[in-house]
């Protein structure tokens, strides 16, 4: 089953432009995925079982590397928004 997953990340922290970045780095370097970053959100589209294991495993890198953020996602199955 294809997903659409809509995310977006708020760090908690003055400086929230690079825990941003980096959230959308490792979300890109999954290959069997179709990423596409826009100003409010990241829109992730692939295999329902990749695509939630790729953002899991992104979110848990971004809270090892950049501390406390907040994640609003919607995960849409069955739908190719883009």
Partial sequence: MQ??????MYPNREDFISPIDGFIEKINKFDNLKVTTFPT?????GDYVCAMRAVQDTIAACYAEFD???YVAKIIPGYEAL
Avoid: F, G, N
């Fill in 3 to 8: 997903v659409t997953i809509d995310i977006s």
């Fill in 41 to 45: 959100s990241t829109v992730v589209q």
């Fill in 68 to 70: 406390m953020a907040i």
